[in-house]
């Protein structure tokens, strides 16, 4: 099928079955509301310069697969590359999918009440002032294999690189991804644009990310809310801005966060992590931290939550605090090899000994204290 508009395009329709089909040419590709895909398989599942989306499904039921991973949706020009709203279909797609078009998201996942969803190929998206993923109020599991987002000359400016919010129940899963931010003149007014931000205002759903590496400038790195974490190696870089580098609040699971870069903000602080409820475990390495406004790392554990914290060899400059700590719940705290400008505050150190470990603080601020690893 070769098309100017839409390759297949239904509404409200009963069960559509779909085999040994390929769409392929300039247009959109698929259309389908409120309907089953019942037995939908394509071939080939590829648009070039769609006037609007380049595969839409709203409000479907059933599975929608695609088998050739040279399937490609490339700059769709009014819409969404890949925009799935409501129903629980379950939709597998191994090609690549790009949109360097703006302000469009190119993928856009809104509303859903189940199934599964699988990007197999690289999803990209470059243009300054374009937007990327926006996840809201999903209950599918979602799997992206690959995802790079800007590059270190063209900085994603519209939006945040990844955007989660609206309390979803699924499962996000990145598995590696690439984000490179920037507040610039195609950021909205007043936004702050972040390398991933989840925004849930209550704690709900899942966020894995195998490999994942932020590097923002004028914004945080990374800014989560209110989610289950399985960070297994992330590495932010951010410069510039006047928010926390890196926040974290009330999430529950574990994060291996490092970087050989830089965390710099000049009023906020380079690590804000912020637990009343439920259990977070965090290691923290290789970070080297500048705030002349805020502290290096600034962590309270207060109410129901508890923190397991390991950090090794992370380093701080600035007027304010290396290292603050509010806590008044039984937590977990081991710190080897952090080096501030200024000193570790006597009252960190005891509570440090008061939670079973034992080392010493040297003049300078270098702390070493009991081995161990807070998280895998």
């Given at each position: 099928?070769?098309?100017?508009?839409?390759?297949?395009?239904?509404?409200?329709f009963?069960?559509?079955?779909?085999?040994?089909?390929?769409?392929?040419?300039?247009?959109?590709?698929?259309?389908?509301?409120?309907?089953?895909?019942?037995?939908?398989?394509?071939?080939?599942?590829?648009?070039?310069?769609?006037p609007?989306?380049?595969?839409?499904?709203?409000?479907?039921?059933?599975?929608?697969?695609?088998?050739?991973?040279?399937?490609?949706?490339?700059?769709?020009?009014?819409?969404?590359?890949?925009?799935?709203?409501?129903?629980?279909?379950?939709?597998?797609?191994?090609?690549?999918?790009?949109?360097d078009?703006?302000?469009?998201?190119?993928?856009?996942?809104?509303?859903?009440?189940g199934?599964?969803?699988?990007?197999?190929?690289?999803?990209?998206?470059?243009?300054?002032?374009?937007?990327?993923?926006?996840?809201?109020?999903?209950?599918s599991?979602?799997?992206?294999?690959d995802?790079?987002?800007?590059?270190?000359?063209?900085?994603?400016?519209?939006?945040?690189?990844?955007?989660?919010?609206?309390?979803?129940?699924?499962?996000?899963?990145?598995?590696?991804?690439?984000?490179?931010?920037?507040?610039?003149?195609?950021?909205?007014?007043?936004?702050?644009?972040?390398?991933?931000?989840?925004?849930?205002?209550?704690?709900?759903?899942?966020?894995?990310?195998?490999?994942?590496?932020?590097?923002?400038?004028?914004?945080?790195?990374?800014?989560?809310?209110?989610?289950?974490?399985n960070?297994?190696?992330?590495?932010?870089?951010?410069?510039?801005?006047?928010?926390?580098?890196?926040?974290?609040?009330?999430?529950?699971?574990?994060?291996?966060?490092?970087?050989?870069?830089?965390?710099?903000?000049?009023?906020?602080?380079?690590?804000?992590?912020?637990?009343?409820?439920?259990?977070?475990?965090?290691?923290?390495?290789?970070?080297?931290?500048?705030?002349?406004?805020?502290?290096?790392?600034?962590?309270?554990?207060t109410?129901?939550?508890?923190?397991?914290?390991?950090?090794?060899?992370?380093?701080?400059t600035?007027?304010?605090?290396?290292?603050?700590?509010?806590?008044?719940?039984?937590?977990?705290?081991?710190?080897?090899?952090?080096?501030?400008?200024?000193?570790?505050?006597?009252?960190?150190?005891?509570?440090?000994?008061?939670?079973?470990?034992?080392?010493?603080?040297?003049?300078?601020?270098?702390?070493?204290?009991?081995?161990?690893?807070?998280?895998?």
């Amino acid at each position: 099928v070769n098309f100017p508009s839409y390759g297949i395009f239904g509404d409200t329709f009963g069960n559509l079955l779909v085999n040994s089909v390929s769409v392929i040419g300039e247009g959109g590709a698929l259309d389908l509301t409120t309907g089953n895909a019942g037995n939908v398989t394509f071939d080939e599942l590829s648009s070039l310069n769609a006037p609007e989306r380049g595969i839409r499904l709203n409000g479907l039921t059933g599975t929608v697969t695609v088998l050739d991973p040279a399937s490609a949706v490339v700059n769709a020009q009014k819409g969404q590359s890949v925009r799935i709203g409501g129903g629980d279909v379950s939709f597998f797609y191994p090609g690549t999918v790009s949109n360097d078009v703006r302000p469009f998201h190119i993928v856009e996942l809104l509303n859903t009440t189940g199934g599964t969803i699988e990007f197999s190929g690289l999803v990209s998206q470059s243009d300054p002032g374009s937007r990327a993923i926006l996840i809201r109020n999903v209950d599918s599991d979602v799997t992206f294999a690959d995802v790079d987002i800007g590059t270190p000359t063209s900085r994603v400016g519209g939006q945040s690189g990844v955007l989660i919010e609206g309390n979803g129940t699924g499962t996000i899963t990145f598995e590696d991804l690439t984000v490179f931010t920037e507040v610039n003149s195609d950021t909205p007014a007043g936004a702050s644009i972040a390398g991933i931000r989840v925004a849930n205002t209550a704690h709900s759903g899942m966020l894995n990310i195998t490999t994942g590496s932020f590097d923002a400038v004028g914004g945080p790195a990374i800014d989560i809310e209110l989610i289950e974490l399985n960070l297994t190696s992330v590495t932010p870089i951010s410069v510039g801005s006047d928010l926390d580098a890196v926040r974290l609040v009330d999430v529950t699971g574990f994060a291996n966060i490092n970087s050989a870069g830089s965390l710099t903000s000049p009023t906020g602080h380079g690590v804000n992590i912020m637990q009343s409820t439920g259990a977070f475990a965090v290691n923290l390495s290789s970070l080297n931290i500048s705030t002349p406004g805020g502290n290096g790392i600034d962590l309270a554990a207060t109410g129901t939550g508890s923190l397991c914290l390991n950090m090794v060899s992370n380093s701080h400059t600035g007027s304010n605090t290396g290292f603050s700590l509010s806590n008044d719940v039984a937590s977990t705290f081991e710190l080897q090899d952090f080096v501030d400008d200024g000193s570790i505050p006597a009252n960190v150190e005891a509570w440090i000994l008061g939670k079973g470990n034992t080392g010493t603080t040297s003049v300078g601020g270098t702390y070493t204290g009991a081995a161990g690893v807070c998280v895998p």
